[in-house]
């Protein structure tokens, strides 16, 4: 190799874009710890409840040790495993819908990477990874919503997505940097109603896009 | 570790070796926009991670292995597309660097093939040894210098053409 590569590669950036500020880092970093802790703790939480109930088998309710005789309430399952499986193994996974998108089809527009189904069963393309999802986050008459956080094609993005009482579905999504959860959320019933946010990015609504919905 | 402390160095580090680890996104990846939300990802998982990464010293290694295998994962993906999830690019993105603005090299490391591309930003820019580079992308070390080899022979082909 007879050229710097390294000296030539370090001159060759000039004009780069701005970065995002650092406080807006920080805040994603906090959100992504906080929810790690609360993934940690319920599953925490699941085990503990487990090795009690599992305790109350081998004991049995007879054995004249028990003190209190109300039944052992299990935590609900939407928050006592590690979110990404539990909610993840939540959706099932249509063959038909990951083929739908072919490589380098999709450049010129977004598209969700879940969808009601028309008996309205939720799915979700191959590989995509729900870190976060919440269901009905906002009432729509005779049909459903769903507002979830996932991996897709190499970037998390929070999403929405609606199924009318006529079966029409429709998806937004958003980015998580510079987002709280809560503006998000706040924010989801003025999406239904038509709102986009702030084209801009950071202060106030989030900036919201529409998304294709393809036909799973 | 307190908060204050960890958000501190965490700010320091940030602030220190982003526009780096940013730089290395785009030569992988080639796109600004793409580069912002792999190191945005990087950052967060750096975050929740922080402090036992940088108990043992390995805060930019870290980062730049996650920006290498997110994008790995992002190219084994069946139904890959170049802006994928972007809602940025129907949005006033930030200006990138226009095309007849960039760099013949930079130009020419896109058009190599992406593990080439890795192999050659690890080895040749970042510094990295065979073995680690091998290790960096879950190759062996005799795929890592065949990548290399054919990498710096189409660089240095497309260079002179350009400037001839």
Known sequence: MNFDLK??????????????????????????????????????????????????AVLGPDDGRRSD??????PTTQTSQPAEVALTAAIPVDPDFMSWCAPRTCDAYTVSPVTFTADGTLVRLEDVVVFDRTDDPVPVPGGHS???????????MWWLVWQDADGQVTARMT????????????????????????PDGPGGAPAVVPVEVPSP | MRREQREAAYTDFVAARQTHLRRVAYAICGDWTQADDLLQ?????????????????REEAYVRQILVRANIDEHRRPWHRESAGLPR???????????????????????????????????HWLGLSVEETA????????????????ALASLQGTLTTEGS
């Open chain 2, 41 to 57: 990802t990087a950052l967060v998982k750096l975050y929740v991670a922080w402090p036992r990464v940088q108990r043992d010293g």
């Open chain 1, 175 to 198: 980015n998580p940097a510079g987002t709280h959860p809560e503006e998000w959320y706040d924010f989801l019933p003025q999406i239904v109603g038509g709102a986009t946010g702030n």
């Open chain 1, 69 to 74: 005789p109300s039944p052992v309430e299990p």
């Open chain 2, 135 to 150: 290790t960096e992308l879950g190759i062996s070390t005799g795929t890592v210098k065949s990548h290399t080899s054919r």
């Open chain 1, 146 to 156: 769903v507002a979830i956080e996932a991996r897709f094609a190499g970037s998390v």
């Open chain 1, 7 to 56: 000296s030539q590669l370090d001159a060759s950036f000039s004009d780069e874009p701005p970065h995002l500020p650092l406080e807006q880092r920080l805040a994603a970093g906090r959100t992504a710890l906080r929810r790690r802790r609360f993934a940690v703790s319920g599953a925490a939480v699941a085990a503990a409840a487990v090795v009690a109930i599992g305790v109350s």
């Open chain 2, 89 to 123: 690019t129907e949005q006033a993105a930030p200006a990138p660097t226009s095309p007849e603005d960039r760099s013949v090299l930079l130009d020419a490391l896109q058009d190599l093939p992406v593990m080439q591309r890795k192999t050659v930003v690890l080895r």
